[in-house]
């Protein structure tokens, strides 16, 4: 848990006593687990899901073969997966260097935003696999996805579910279901204005914290952050799981 220790402090640094709080009300707020299968498959047939308020265990509930404690995303990752809120595949993987689908980050952001999810929840995107009355993953997911306005088609019946997220989409995805405040006016980010679509997202995720934990972005790494490079499955991890922790603060008030 060292990494997500330093990317803590950072958070903490620029907000101040927030960080304090916020861990406070987590410890208040209890614990529960989502029940969520693996991003290939889903089993779930409730008719809702629950936003988990526990904090993160000491020792890992959930082991992939493929995931090694020296990965940089490695608490995030499991973490996330401790909560059911991403799971791994039938041969045990990960895979958390992957790009991450469409589809997959549909339902990982729909878990980990504790939406209700349904099979009421019908797809309107003709080129999204319809799992039937046994499984919400991924027709049902995408819709409620796409209902929240978190994340948008191709066109009113494509959604291009096996295409790959970048992270400018990534992270405006995160900010819209965050629903995060403007900054002050006389916010500077620092990363220059790179998108009319998303350059306003990333530069609320930044201020609210929910990109201190990519290591592009910790003090001691120089250089700019790609934000037109395909995210990995880790990389939706971190941002999730700022999300998650933002959550369970506002449930706590």
């Not at 987590?26 to 989502?34: D, F, H, K, M, P």
């Not at 039938?90 to 504790?114: H, Y």
């Not at 009113?156 to 279901?177: G, S």
């Not at 916010?187 to 530069?203: I, L, V």
Request: net charge negative; with cysteine.
């Amino acid at each position: 848990m060292g990494g997500l220790v330093m990317r803590s402090a950072c958070w903490n640094v620029r907000h101040g006593g927030l960080l304090w709080g916020l861990a406070m009300a987590i410890l208040v707020a209890g614990s529960s687990l989502i029940v969520a299968g693996c991003d290939s498959g889903d089993t779930v047939t409730s008719s809702s899901t629950t936003l988990a308020v526990s904090t993160p265990t000491s020792v890992a509930d959930v082991e992939f073969r493929d995931l090694s404690t020296d990965h940089v995303y490695y608490a995030e990752i499991i973490d996330l997966a401790d909560r059911g809120i991403v799971g791994g595949f039938t041969d045990g993987s990960f895979q958390p260097d992957d790009w991450i689908t469409r589809q997959q980050f549909a339902k990982m952001i729909v878990l980990a935003a504790g939406y209700p999810v349904s099979e009421q929840d019908v797809c309107a995107f003709t080129d999204v696999e319809d799992s039937g009355p046994g499984s919400l993953y991924p027709d049902n997911y995408v819709a409620v996805c796409a209902d929240r306005g978190i994340t948008t088609g191709k066109s009113e019946t494509e959604f291009a579910p096996q295409d790959h997220v970048t992270r400018a989409q990534l992270i405006t995805m995160v900010a819209r279901a965050a629903d995060l405040p403007e900054p002050p006016p006389d916010y500077t980010a620092p990363f220059r204005d790179f998108s009319a679509a998303h350059y306003s997202w990333a530069k609320k995720a930044y201020y609210a914290g929910l990109l201190d934990g990519l290591e592009e972005f910790e003090p001691s790494r120089k250089g700019s952050y790609d934000f037109w490079a395909k995210a990995t499955r880790a990389e939706a991890c971190v941002l999730l799981h700022g999300l998650v922790y933002r959550e369970s603060a506002a449930a706590a008030k």
